[in-house]
């Protein structure tokens, strides 16, 4: 079983539909959670850096984490067809700066 | 300001080749990192730099493969006798401290096709 589990899709959602997309973990010492998008051929761009428990917001998105469940989510409100990208949970436990990814799901915004 | 360059962005290899990728991070930055991406999968860590210093390699595969930051700044990451496995983007991030939680931003990766 993998340390972070998402599921790939993918998804398809009307432009302006809202968007939640989610990633549970195994390992509880993880502190520091994070949301990247990845257009295709693409390096990944940090959407959404949270740490410990609770929410963030920030425009449209919004990243929520439960450490007790040990579920993370991302919520994206209005969608655009430009929001159609890969979008990776990551975590760290802080002890080293390795980033632990799950697989990624995609996400297409159709007009 | 510019971001984290690689270099090749693609690379075809024969497979028992040997190749060099390369990274330039952000200027200044001191960490850098080495991440593989699979198709279809998230990345997986590789190894990380703090300056020069090689603090963390658990996640190289085998011992074909060895990187390099001699002077803190730009990163190689070679691979040796190139397997098809290897075929996968690289990719190569780095932060602008030694904060273990500090910020990680990420170069467009390098595509390695092993024939």
């Known amino acids: 079983q993998k340390e972070v589990e998402q599921d790939p899709g993918p998804l398809s959602v009307p432009e302006g539909a809202i968007v939640s997309l989610n990633c549970t973990y195994s390992?509880?010492?993880?502190?520091?959670f994070m949301w990247y998008r990845q257009y295709s051929r693409k390096g990944p761009e940090l959407l959404m850096y949270?740490?410990?428990?609770g929410n963030k917001e920030d425009g449209r998105f919004t990243a929520q984490v439960d450490k007790s469940s040990k579920y993370i989510s991302l919520f994206i409100r209005d969608s655009q067809p430009s929001d159609s990208a890969t979008y990776l949970c990551a975590m760290s436990s802080g002890n080293t700066g390795k980033l632990i990814f799950g697989q990624g799901t995609t996400l297409q915004v159709k007009p | 300001g510019a971001g984290v360059s690689q270099s090749p962005r693609y690379k075809v290899a024969k497979r028992g080749q040997d190749v060099a990728l390369r990274c330039d991070p952000i200027?200044?930055?001191?960490?850098l990192f080495w991440y593989q991406q699979a198709l279809g999968q998230g990345p997986e860590f590789l190894t990380y730099f703090q300056n020069e210093a090689q603090l963390d390699k658990s996640g190289l595969p085998s011992d074909r493969f060895f990187a390099e930051r001699p002077e803190g700044s730009v990163s190689t990451l070679k691979i040796q006798r190139t397997q098809q496995e290897d075929s996968a983007v690289y990719l190569c991030a780095s932060s602008s401290t030694s904060g273990n939680a500090d910020t990680q931003y990420f170069g467009p990766g390098t595509r390695l096709t092993v024939l």
């Open positions: 390992n509880s010492a993880f502190q520091y």
């Open positions: 200027s200044g930055h001191v960490s």
């Open positions: 949270t740490y410990s428990s």
